[in-house]
């Protein structure tokens, strides 16, 4: 399995690097432990689980944030979502 990662991550340009001491300082005090707060989760839409959705950016990007889905739905027209994340939480 680690070889098909591996090849996977090469194949896409994703570059496995440790974070900086800098950019670990931003992170909740919680560290690993930390989730979404469930009163936050409630505000939002949760597709995970209802849809099949996957990220647009360019290989090598290293900030995958950018993401589609489609879907036919019952009456046969086919719904596109576009999802941006949202890095001000």
């Known amino acids: 399995l680690e070889t098909e990662i591996q090849c996977l991550l090469h194949e896409n340009e994703l570059k496995l690097q ?19 707060p469930h009163d936050e989760v409630s505000r939002r839409k949760d597709l995970r689980s209802s849809h099949r959705i996957f990220s647009v950016d360019p290989p090598g990007c290293q900030d995958i ?3 589609m889905h489609a ?3 019952s009456n046969g027209d086919i719904e596109v979502g576009v999802h941006i994340a949202d890095v001000t939480y």
């Open 18 to 36: 440790p974070f900086s001491a800098d950019a670990l300082a931003c992170l909740p005090p919680e560290g690993a432990k930390w989730t979404v």
């Open 71 to 73: 879907r036919v739905l």
């Open 65 to 67: 944030d950018d993401t």
